[in-house]
């Protein structure tokens, strides 16, 4: 059986799969990403390989990785690695390659996450559509013609850096009023303290400390703070999608990320707006969809690409 | 010499060129755009032809159209043109050829003009752009990898109709705080009237009828109200682009249209809001670049098409 050793390089973990054609995983295992140096990221992938060959009998074909990084995926380079700065301009691809004596492929994070929904998840069988991943910021991929855009450096289908508020919040990315400082994880949790002073019967009105998956608990709990919290997330997260209809008219918008799993208390918000402001053909063409991949979008989309460049 | 019959067939005015394969106009005609029928305007092409052929002596091989309409290139159909509504629905290549004997290719009026600066204009060479056109509303088309992306309905491009301010002005396709309402020339006389209160010096202040060109003209002779009336036009249009930048990291970025006449006085304003808000590669990548084909653009794309098709 043909098999691929996939890797999904986050920020914070690290986590290894083996993955069949069809997609399955056959097996699994995270570990913490190496923020040290190279040669012990390096390292890390040699011991990860060696384990999964203890456990499996498959002959495996290639690595493929998925990074949080801007990057050059034909040369298998990594350009700009924000969380994992030893990785700027670092040749991966071959390093791994001289490494372990496989065929190595690298792709985007974000990309590799739509290209995993169309190969095995919710996007299947769509040609021309717009994946965007909700966690602590908010990612995005574009698939036009059946073909991930990249943009001319790599650097397409930053849907989280649409401005929807002119003079809005100040980003991280140096701009303002970004889609992510509205759609994101950690821009539900910023809402909520923002917004709390105004709700003094809510559950989180004196909390220090939670997380967007508590706020969204509340927000089932009719939680009054926690339901306008998500009605402005869906608000925003609509008008950067009407956007998006208006512009690229696509078949489908796949929504994914951790984000995402707080889909039944913020969707009818971004459908609102999207029926309010995007013009009604491409509304109507453009169904919302869930991910259906969870956290493994991207190994799959690794693996996905490995398959496809190799057979 | 091959020659294309080309029509740019506009809201106010039908203009007929003749053109050769290398975007020469060889001779040309404006007339009305009729408003009372399809049988008019077929008479009225029939009509332009005859005259075409009485000063040429070149053997026509396609009339091509370029239309201000939603519709289907491949089908020669007309789904919806808000401006001359006889349009809706009518299968107008079919209708010329059978009227003419000659093959017929149709095309939106904002990809047409797309094309035609890509094929003798200010994108020559350039494979991934994004077209804007300012002119009583804003259009736009999307050029990626060397060819128009009309999106599943044919409706991709509507760059108008990017929202940059949530509770913006509200705009004649449903929506409020479109692009269209901060940098087209109606939205430039629109801000002039708004604004004039607070400018008592102007030579504006208290006229009641004027146009976007005069407006500019007040701005070259440094009319504060006017000036600031495109440095607001150039703010909108400038976070807009920065939007679709960080989106499609497009290589270029074309302004045509009327309104791109006032470049000198708005681009400044528009290029700050880029650098601001766009992420620093796909920003320095996209070069902005004013249209060079004027109100010829349509009829040359439409040109261009034909020769395409046929050769």
């Known amino acids: 059986m043909k098999v691929v050793f996939a890797l999904d390089l986050g920020g914070t973990n690290l986590r290894a799969c083996l993955v069949d054609s069809e997609g399955n995983i056959l097996w699994r295992k995270r570990t913490e990403t190496p923020r ?15 384990e999964c060959n203890q456990h499996n ?6 690595i493929s990785i998925a990074a949080p990084a801007a990057l050059n995926a034909e040369k ?3 350009l700009k ?12 691809c071959e390093i791994l390659e001289d490494s ?13 996450a739509a290209i995993g929904e169309q190969a095995f998840g919710a996007a299947v069988g769509k040609e021309a559509f717009i994946m965007i991943t909700i966690g602590t910021g908010v990612g995005g991929a574009i698939f036009v013609r059946n073909e991930i855009w990249r943009g001319l450096d790599g650097t397409a289908g930053e849907i989280g850096h649409i401005c929807v508020e002119p003079l809005g919040v100040p980003c991280g990315c140096g701009s303002r009023g970004c889609l992510e400082q509205y759609a994101s994880t950690s821009a ?10 105004k709700y003094p019967e809510s559950r989180l009105h004196s909390r220090l400390v939670f997380s967007s998956k508590e706020v969204y608990e509340a927000a089932v709990g009719a939680d009054e703070l926690a339901l306008k919290v998500f009605e402005k997330m869906g608000f925003y997260l609509g008008i950067g999608l009407a956007s998006l209809i208006n512009v690229l008219n696509p078949e489908a918008i796949v929504i994914g990320g951790g ?4 889909w039944d208390v913020f969707i009818s918000h971004t459908r609102e707006q999207i029926q309010k402001r995007a013009y009604n053909e ?13 956290d493994d979008a991207g190994v799959l989309g690794a693996a996905r690409i490995a398959f496809e460049e190799l057979f």
């Open 57 to 62: 009998n498959c002959e495996i074909k290639a």
């Open 259 to 262: 984000g995402s799993n707080a």
């Open 100 to 112: 372990f004596k496989l065929p190595c492929f690298l792709e985007n994070d974000a990309n590799a």
């Open 36 to 50: 040290a140096s190279l040669e012990v990221l390096v390292d890390r992938v040699g011991f990860l390989l060696k």
């Open 188 to 197: 539900v949790v910023r809402m909520t303290k923002e917004m709390r002073f």
């Open 76 to 78: 298998g380079m990594i």
């Open 282 to 294: 491409p509304a109507e063409r453009a169904t919302l969809l869930k991910a259906t991949l969870g």
């Open 81 to 92: 690695a924000p969380n994992l700065p030893y990785l700027d301009g670092v040749k991966i």
